[in-house]
């Protein structure tokens, strides 16, 4: 699969997370930890809720509707989840972000 743009790196808050739109029109939730980048679904798969709002500690991603959690290197659920995130590559090319699905 092809490498989509989502932003420029500068734009995802340090060790926070930020909604984008790609460039093909998906949404996509961008996060960093330290210097690493993650990138999975924006919307919860329990109910549609956006995980913006959630909180992210580094390595764990929680929705903050029900405190569903995931690993948001694998996407694999954690505690009381019960279904996995969608999870994607993620590439800095020049100061931009890219994605691609796994």
Not at 9 to 23: C, H, I, N, R, S
Not at 72 to 89: K, M, N
Request: proline share 6%.
């Amino acid at each position: 699969m092809d490498w989509t743009r989502v932003c420029a790196a500068a734009d995802v808050p340090g060790d926070g997370m930020k909604q984008f739109e790609t460039t093909d029109g998906d949404a996509v939730l961008l996060l960093k930890a330290g210097a690493q980048y993650f990138a999975c679904q924006a919307v919860c798969p329990h109910l549609d809720t956006p995980l913006e709002e959630g909180m992210f500690d580094g390595t764990t991603l929680t929705c903050h509707q029900h405190l569903w959690q995931w690993d948001i290197e694998s996407g694999e659920p954690r505690g009381l989840a019960e279904l996995p995130l969608a999870c994607f590559d993620v590439k800095t090319e020049n100061g931009t972000l890219y994605v691609r699905p796994r």
